[in-house]
C-alpha cells in the first residue's frame, strides 16, 4: 500500500476546510463593505469574525503547503546532494519538523487553549471563549506532523530502498516539473506556431 493513500484522505479534508473558511472570510469582508457604506451601520461582529477566519486561514493553510512540500524551504545545498544523501537531509529536515510542531505549534496550543478557557476569556464583539478560536493551533500542528512522519518514511524507504526512489509516490510538484522540463528538452524548442496550436 502506498504512502499516498494515508496522504490523500487528509488533503481533501484540510483543503475542504480551508477553502470554507476562506469562503466565510471572503463573505465577512464584503458584508462589512457592505453594512458600512450602503446601510451606513457597520458590522462588529464580521469584522471579528473575519479577523478569527484569517487566523484560521492562514494556519490551515501552513498546514496544507507542507503536506505539499511547497513551504518555503532553502535547498542550494540538498540539490547539489546524490540521491542517498537528499533522502537522509530530508528524514532529518522532517524530524526537525514534527518535533516543531508538537512542541511548540500543538503543546503550545493546547496550553494556551487550556488558559484562557480556565480564565473564561470571552471575545470582545461575539462574546465566543477565545479558546475556540485559538483550536487551529493544534489541529495544523498535528496535521503538520502527521504529512512530515509520511515523508519521514518515504525518505527511509528511499534509503532502504533506492529502486523505489521519490518518496515512495509521494513526490513533490517540483521533481515533478524537473521531470515536464526533461521531456520538453528531449523532444526539442517548439516553435510559437506549435505553441499555440496546443493552447
Not at 38 to 46: D, N
Not at 82 to 92: C, F, I, N, S, T
Request: hydrophobic fraction near 50%.
Amino acid at each position: 500500500m502506498s504512502l499516498a493513500t494515508f496522504k490523500k484522505p487528509v488533503d481533501a479534508v484540510i483543503a475542504t476546510l480551508t477553502v470554507t473558511v476562506m469562503v466565510a472570510l471572503v463573505g465577512c469582508v464584503v458584508w462589512q463593505v457592505f453594512s458600512r457604506y450602503v446601510l451606513s451601520e457597520p458590522s462588529t461582529i464580521t469584522d471579528e469574525l473575519a479577523r478569527y477566519a484569517m487566523i484560521w486561514v492562514g494556519l490551515l493553510g501552513a498546514a496544507y503547503t507542507v503536506g505539499l512540500q511547497q513551504h518555503l524551504a532553502i535547498d542550494l545545498i540538498t540539490d547539489a546532494m546524490g540521491a542517498r544523501d537528499r533522502a537522509a537531509m530530508g528524514v532529518l529536515i522532517n524530524a526537525v519538523v514534527v518535533a516543531f510542531a508538537l512542541l511548540v505549534i500543538t503543546r503550545g496550543g493546547l496550553g494556551l487553549i487550556d488558559k484562557s478557557l480556565a480564565s473564561g476569556q470571552l471575545s470582545p464583539a461575539m462574546r465566543i471563549p477565545m479558546g475556540y478560536v485559538y483550536f487551529v493551533l493544534p489541529i495544523s500542528g498535528v496535521v503538520m506532523s502527521y504529512y512530515c512522519a509520511l515523508f519521514c518514511i518515504g525518505h527511509l524507504i528511499d534509503l532502504c530502498r533506492p529502486d523505489r526512489h521519490r518518496v515512495a509516490g509521494l513526490a513533490s510538484s517540483a521533481e515533478h516539473y524537473e521531470t515536464v522540463a526533461a521531456q520538453a528538452a528531449a523532444t526539442g524548442p517548439a516553435t510559437l506556431d506549435e505553441q499555440e496550436e496546443r493552447r
